[in-house]
């Protein structure tokens, strides 16, 4: 059986081949290491969903379980020997396949024309504002933890940046082509 590839599982996986432990701390560790920018974990249920498609796959196992005193049970995962070949593989594929991704930003500058060039305009120098934003807090964040952090432990901010910064400069670039008249239509819907 082949798992289906995500990057929820492969964090999960990666967080129990470095050490074993129970849910709540690998949602914590993504929250704490800043991974919950390229990791959705908003909903918690979702770890508990790609943990047990993991345990049922085979790619995890239960270690212990645990009841403290007045506390709920604890689960404690592992990786089996599959999941860490797994991992290693998704990995591999990963970083060496580029994927056929689809962001709705793309998907909105398809359908620009659903709006009039002063919506359009409007709703990018907006974004503008959330990019410069985003920007500043991972310029921010990389400033902040350079010093204290080697390097492995940034490159997908260092990544998540260049996007940014080249995002932005695309956004500004449509922007003033509408505002100067460069790129408009005519189009109702």
């Not at 998704?90 to 970083?95: P, V």
């Not at 260049?162 to 505002?179: N, P």
Request: hydrophobic residues 40%.
């Amino acid at each position: 059986m082949s798992t289906r590839r995500s990057p929820l599982a492969t964090a999960v996986l990666a967080l129990v081949c470095e050490s074993p432990m129970h849910a709540y701390r690998m949602q914590q560790l993504i929250k704490e290491r800043h991974q919950d920018d390229v990791v959705n974990v908003a909903q918690r249920n979702s770890v508990y969903q790609t943990i047990e498609r993991l345990l049922r796959d085979g790619l995890l196992a239960i270690r212990e379980t645990t009841r403290e005193e007045n506390r709920p049970e604890r689960t404690v995962y592992e990786a089996t020997e599959t999941g860490r070949e797994t991992l290693k593989q998704w990995m591999r594929t990963m970083l060496s396949t580029p994927a056929r991704e689809f962001p709705e930003f793309p998907a909105a500058l398809a359908f620009l024309p659903v709006l009039t060039p002063e919506e359009a305009l409007a709703a990018l120098r907006q974004r503008i504002t959330a990019l410069e934003a985003r920007l500043s807090a991972l310029d921010t964040e990389m400033t902040d933890n350079l010093p204290s952090v080697p390097r492995l432990f940034l490159v997908e901010t260092e990544f998540q940046r260049a996007q940014i910064a080249t995002e932005l400069e695309f956004v500004r670039g449509l922007a003033a082509d509408l505002s100067e008249g460069r790129l408009t239509w005519d189009f109702k819907i």
